[in-house]
T-cell receptor
Framework: DSGVTQTPKHLITATGQRVTLRCSPR?????VYWYQQSLDQGLQFLIQ???????AKGNILERFSAQQFPDLHSELNLSSLELGDSALYFC?????????????FGPGTRLTVT | QKEVEQDPGPLSVPEGAIVSLNCTYS??????FMWYRQYSRKGPELLMY????GNKEDGRFTAQVDKSSKYISLFIRDSQPSDSATYLC????????????FGAGTQVVVTP
C-alpha cells in the first residue's frame, strides 16, 4: 500500500458525459501527479500540482482539467467523454515540487466509456 | 521515435534465474531514473530510484545507469514466481522534473 488513495475504483459512463476522479496523496506529500494508462499509449503524464498550484503539464486534452485543494487532495475532471478516453487513470504523489523525489502511485481508477 | 524505448517482451525465465531488463532513451536531459513494478494493471510500485550514472543495489535488485550510452538496466537475482509482473522504466530530467517519461513496460514471467 503506497498511501495514495483514489476513488472510485471503477467508472462506467457514456460518451459525452463528465466524470470526476479523486485522489488523496500520502501524508506529508505536497505534489500530486495524474497519469493516463491505455493499452496503445502506455503510461502518459497528464499534469502536476504542487501545494495547490499547477506545476507541470503534459499532453492533457482541453476537455480534461484538474485542481488541488487546500487539504491537498486533487480531482481530475474529464468532460465530453469519448470512447478513446477509456483507460486507467493513476494519481501519484511526492514530497517536493521539483518532482525530484520518488513518485508513489495510487491503485488507479478504471474508466470505461461506452 | 519515443523518448524511452523498452522491449515489451514477454520475457520468460525459470525460477532462480537472473532477470535482465533494460531501457534506452534519447533525451540527454534525463537525470533521474526509476524502475516500477506493475501487477495486473494495478498501481505501479516503485522498486529502484537512481540519480545520474552508476549502480544501486537493494536486496535482489540492482539498477545500473550508463548516461554515456543512454542505457539503463535492472537485474533481479534469484527470481521467484511472485516476480512475474510488468516492469516499467521511468525517467525525468532538467527540462521538467516531475514529468516522468515511461517505457512501454516489459512483461516478465517466472516459471516454477
Amino acid at each position: 500500500d503506497s498511501g495514495v488513495t483514489q476513488t472510485p475504483k471503477h467508472l462506467i459512463t457514456a460518451t459525452g458525459q463528465r466524470v470526476t476522479l479523486r485522489c488523496s496523496p500520502r501524508s506529508g506529500d505536497l505534489s500530486v501527479y495524474w497519469y493516463q494508462q491505455s493499452l496503445d499509449q502506455g503510461l502518459q503524464f497528464l499534469i502536476q500540482y504542487y501545494n495547490g498550484e499547477e506545476r507541470a503539464k503534459g499532453n492533457i486534452l482541453e476537455r480534461f482539467s484538474a485542481q488541488q485543494f487546500p487539504d491537498l487532495h486533487s480531482e481530475l475532471n474529464l468532460s465530453s467523454l469519448e470512447l478513446g478516453d477509456s483507460a486507467l487513470y493513476f494519481c501519484a504523489s511526492s514530497v517536493g515540487g521539483q518532482g525530484i523525489g520518488e513518485q508513489y502511485f495510487g491503485p488507479g481508477t478504471r474508466l470505461t466509456v461506452t | 521515435q519515443k523518448e524511452v524505448e523498452q522491449d515489451p517482451g514477454p520475457l520468460s525465465v525459470p525460477e532462480g534465474a537472473i532477470v535482465s531488463l533494460n531501457c534506452t532513451y534519447s533525451n540527454s536531459a534525463f537525470q533521474y531514473f526509476m524502475w516500477y513494478r506493475q501487477y495486473s494493471r494495478k498501481g505501479p510500485e516503485l522498486l529502484m530510484y537512481t540519480y545520474s550514472s552508476g549502480n544501486k543495489e537493494d536486496g535482489r535488485f540492482t539498477a545500473q545507469v550508463d548516461k554515456s550510452s543512454k542505457y539503463i538496466s535492472l537485474f533481479i537475482r534469484d527470481s521467484q514466481p511472485s516476480d512475474s509482473a510488468t516492469y516499467l522504466c521511468a525517467m525525468s530530467g532538467t527540462d521538467s522534473w516531475g514529468k516522468l517519461q515511461f517505457g512501454a513496460g516489459t512483461q516478465v514471467v517466472v516459471t516454477p
